[in-house]
């Protein structure tokens, strides 16, 4: 698969761009090597490398074409739920229940993905899994912290799993006018979602007085999530070309995808801060694992793909 036409320009922007940014933090890091400010020069700079890995990601995901994209997906949604799993409570009791997981259910999700079938993809985790898995865990007799435990690992799944696989899923979409160029959705996707999270970040830097969840999340203000948000509907109306979306239309997407990853990640800071940690892993060098960088993502993916078949798709 090559690139869209459209989608050339898009992507060497957002190489100048990065570019841009990454000599901008470079001469940050030397203008400020330490104190208060380092620290933020420092969260900055590994965003943007993070930026860099995605939109690279991405490229090699568009050019190589739909099954290593659905391939790519499966290994991050692998990686993730390692990430989730590793820091949940779990017992030995639990082992059937974490191969289910990450040998049976994990590549039949990406499988369901891969042959197009939407019908047992949408619910296969959902009704399946959550039976299936404290089924499992119960037939082990161990019934220490059973609740939690079995609603950890179907958490795990659900997350890491389920909901990440809603971004290869887009190109099941089969919408009029658009044929062979789904991929470009998740590009939309991603840009905007990423976008949201930076420009977020950013505004409350610049801007922020008023925090709004200061016990999950201290970095997020009002002013950022109303910067960012706005930022990133702008950036959504940019991308239009590459859309089936009107302009106004894109505008509303890019609102709900920035709205929903910032819940996302509320609710993703609320369980690291209940299991006592301040990052999912260390995979991500200077800025946590794969789930730091996904979990707005996680929650917007499905939100995002489910409007766009409801209304794009006859």
Not at 20 to 47: E, K, M, Q, W
Not at 157 to 181: E, H, K, Q, T
Not at 273 to 300: A, E, N, P, T, Y
């Amino acid at each position: 698969m090559n690139l869209q036409p459209e989608t050339q320009p898009i992507l060497l922007t957002l190489g100048g761009v990065l570019t841009l940014a990454s000599l901008t933090g470079f001469g940050l890091h030397l203008r400020f090597p330490s104190g208060p400010a380092a620290a933020v020069v420092d969260n900055i700079n590994a965003r943007i490398r993070a930026w860099w890995a995605m939109i690279a990601i991405v490229s090699a995901a568009v050019i190589a074409g739909r099954i290593p994209i659905i391939i790519l997906f499966g290994l991050v949604s692998f990686l993730a739920l390692r990430e989730f799993m590793t820091l949940a409570a779990v017992r030995n009791s639990d082992h059937g229940a974490l191969v289910l997981s990450f040998f049976v259910a994990l590549p039949a999700q990406y499988y369901l993905i891969a042959i197009d079938w939407y019908g047992l993809f949408c619910i296969f985790i959902p009704v399946y899994g959550f039976l299936i898995l404290p089924i499992l865990a119960a037939l082990s007799a161990d019934s220490k912290n059973f609740l939690v435990r079995a609603a950890e690992t179907q958490w795990g799944l659900m997350i890491c799993v389920y909901c990440i696989s809603y971004v290869p899923a887009l190109l099941m979409l089969d919408i009029p006018g658009y044929s062979g160029r789904s991929v470009m959705l998740q590009v939309f996707l991603i840009v905007v979602t990423q976008s949201s999270d930076v420009l977020q970040y950013v505004w409350g830097k610049l801007l922020g007085r008023h925090k709004i969840a200061p016990e999950l999340s201290p970095s997020k203000t009002v002013e950022g999530f109303l910067g960012g948000v706005a930022s990133a509907a702008l950036i959504g109306v940019l991308l239009t070309p590459i859309t089936p979306f009107r302009p106004a239309q894109a505008a509303t997407m890019s609102l709900v995808i920035a709205l929903m990853g910032f819940l996302g990640g509320l609710v993703m800071s609320a369980i690291k801060r209940d299991l006592g940690v301040k990052d999912w892993g260390h995979m991500i060098q200077g800025h946590g694992g794969i789930l730091d960088r996904l979990d707005s993502i996680c929650f917007s993916a499905p939100v995002f793909f489910h409007l766009t078949r409801y209304f794009f798709v006859p």
